[in-house]
Structure formats: structure tokens, C-alpha cells
């Protein structure tokens, strides 16, 4: 057996909008922004997350999306994989993944320990980048778009992956999620939005 992924990890903070918020602008104020060396001018983005109306593949625990950032060329597809963390044990967690053929051999999946307030969860993520739209726009794909791009460029694991060879292409009729805009702040050196 190869070894496990070596994982990152992305801390979630859930702050007090009244405390961190300037209350007319809601930008960042002062001290939250010196803290997590953040850029005082946020980053647009636009997020979408596919699946069928019973939401079959998130219960399979997997989650594509498409990405539109601001001043970035093209679109970010990402296919993640999420593992339960229990008792804080993560070699659990990577072993599982490893067993299902997330392991060391195969660069092209990034493993992320996702760390909350209740939670930890082990995400594998496998990220593309699929060339469309005005760097100026944050657009996405309509449902038709989407489904095409998320089918074309989506990794083996991701198709082949739970019931069988193919369970996915059984729901490709999935619909959009959308909603998803956010200002977000740049974060510091090393750093990335979630």
C-alpha cells in the first residue's frame, strides 16, 4: 500500500460580525486585518455547486464546483472528497481515504484537514482550471454549461467512485446550486479561501 496523502490544514473561525465588522461599510476593521494579514480590499468570487435534487453525490460525500475569482482568467473546477474526523484522529481519516485510492502516488489530489468549531474533516481535492469568460466577469455557467464542463474534466475517481463504475453519470440531470457570492478577504502568504 502506497502512503497516506500529506495533509494541509485550513482553520475555520467563526467570528462575531458586530466585533470584527466596521457597522457601516462591513469591511474588516483594523485589528482583524493586521491579525490574519489580510488585504484591506476583498476578492469577489462566485461559487457553484452541482448535484441532482436528492442531492445524491454530497451524500456520497463528494462536491463538485465550478469557481469564478476575481481577476482570475477562466473558471476553478474542483471534485472534493470528504472523510468524517472523529476524536480529532486524522491518520483515520487518511487511511480511509488511502484505501479508497487517495494515496501519495497520485499528485493530482491535495488533502486538506478542515478544522471548525465542532468539526474536523479531511477534504481530497482534485482542482482544474477550464479556460472561458472575461477576466473582468464573474459569471458562471448556466446548468448546461456547468454539467458539460464538471463532466468533461472530471477525474476517474470522481466517476468510478461508491457504487460502481459510471454511478455518476446517472446524475448528470443534476441542477445548479448558486447563491454563492462573497467578498472574501485575501489571506496572508501560503494562504487560500476555502
Known amino acids: 500500500m502506497a502512503p497516506n496523502l500529506k495533509e494541509n490544514y485550513e482553520v475555520k473561525l467563526i467570528l462575531n460580525p458586530n466585533l470584527v465588522l466596521n457597522p457601516a461599510s462591513h469591511a474588516p476593521i483594523p ?11 476583498p476578492t469577489k468570487m462566485n461559487i457553484q455547486f452541482l448535484d441532482d435534487d436528492n442531492k445524491t453525490i454530497y451524500g456520497a460525500d463528494w462536491s463538485p464546483r465550478i469557481r469564478r475569482t476575481e481577476g482570475k482568467p477562466g473558471f476553478e473546477l474542483t471534485y472534493k472528497k470528504r472523510y468524517p474526523i472523529t ?24 488533502a486538506q484537514v478542515e478544522w471548525g468549531y465542532k468539526n474536523m474533516t479531511l477534504s481530497v481535492s482534485h482542482d482544474k482550471k477550464f479556460p472561458g469568460g472575461e477576466v473582468s466577469s ?11 464542463m464538471l463532466s468533461e474534466e472530471a477525474p476517474e475517481k470522481f466517476k468510478n467512485f461508491g457504487v460502481g463504475k459510471g454511478w455518476v453519470s446517472k446524475h448528470w440531470s443534476w441542477r445548479v446550486f448558486t447563491g454563492l457570492s462573497s467578498p472574501i478577504g485575501s489571506l496572508g502568504p501560503g494562504g487560500r479561501p476555502g
Open 87 to 110: 476524536a480529532g484522529n486524522v491518520d483515520v481519516a487518511l487511511e480511509t481515504a488511502n484505501t479508497d485510492g487517495f494515496d501519495a502516488s497520485d499528485t493530482k489530489y491535495e
Open 31 to 41: 485589528a482583524l486585518l493586521a491579525a490574519f494579514s489580510l488585504s484591506p480590499t
Open 138 to 148: 464573474l459569471d458562471l455557467p448556466d446548468a448546461a454549461a456547468a454539467r458539460s
